[in-house]
């Protein structure tokens, strides 16, 4: 038996553009497995976004399968929505937090939403938002924030509902790197605790070999990332 929780399986993503059709992905096959974290490291401009986008349920494809926790995902919005909230932690590269809520608040309504109680949700977003660093900053709205604030206010929200699966598409890109080395420390130490899986887009190369692999996107394939000599 499979132990993945995250399937592609032969996935193709095209875009039409005016009177061209763009194939972004061309039946491409992935698997992320419990517990292992994966670096996806890829040129811009080729698919990185489109693909996290489609394993995170937010985009679906034009030809292929997603398989979440062994469930194939269908078009159904309810079922896809559900699944989102219950087994997907999404970081972003930039931060949508909802702006009226403080990061507490932040933190804790994808946990109210999920049925956990308000003292529970407290507890975990509180302790969450300790561990990035920002214990002082419990109560403040996102505009009153730094943006790297408020990207780690996002880290913890994405982490907030103990997903099996956290997908990041350049979390730390805005941070300077001293602050992204830290932040990215705590997450994967927390994406290790849990024993979630992640797949993470990154340009910076020192944060991918920190991960258990990496792979890249050529030709719309996932495939292994190996250092060519061309390169
Ligand atoms: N909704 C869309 N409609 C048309 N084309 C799109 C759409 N979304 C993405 N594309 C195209 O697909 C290609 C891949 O985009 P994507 O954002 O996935 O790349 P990326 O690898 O994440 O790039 P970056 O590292 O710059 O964020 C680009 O050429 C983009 O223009």
Redesign the pocket.
């Known amino acids: 038996m499979s132990n993945a929780v995250l399937e592609l399986k032969n996935v193709v993503?095209r875009?039409?553009?005016g009177d061209e059709t763009?194939e972004?992905l061309s039946g491409t096959d992935f698997s992320l497995i419990s517990g292992e974290i994966v670096a996806l490291v890829?040129?811009?401009?080729?698919?990185?976004?489109?693909?996290?986008?489609l394993a995170g349920l937010l985009?679906t494809p034009t030809e292929g399968e997603v398989v979440i926790a062994g469930q194939v995902i269908g078009r159904k919005e309810s079922a896809r929505t559900a699944m989102r909230r219950d087994e997907i932690g999404f970081v972003y590269?930039f931060h949508h937090l909802l702006g009226e809520f403080t990061a507490l608040e932040n933190v804790m309504l994808p946990q109210l939403v999920a049925g956990v109680s308000r003292g529970d949700a407290k507890a975990r977003a509180v302790s969450l938002l300790e561990r990035f660093g920002l214990g002082h900053r419990l109560d403040s709205l996102p505009g009153r924030m730094s943006g790297g604030e408020q990207q780690r206010a996002a880290i913890a929200r994405a982490l907030a509902n103990r997903p099996r699966i956290i997908l990041a598409?350049?979390p730390t890109g805005n941070l300077d790197s001293g602050t992204s080395d830290q932040v990215f420390a705590e997450l994967l130490r927390i994406v290790r605790e849990e024993g979630a899986a992640a797949l993470i887009?990154t340009?910076n190369a020192e944060l991918a070999a920190r991960m258990d692999r990496t792979v890249t996107?050529r030709g719309g394939k996932i495939v292994p990332y190996e250092l060519s000599p061309t390169a």
């Open positions: 993503r875009f039409r553009s763009l972004i890829a040129p811009s401009g080729t698919g990185k976004s489109t693909l996290l986008h985009e590269q598409d350049e887009a340009h996107l």
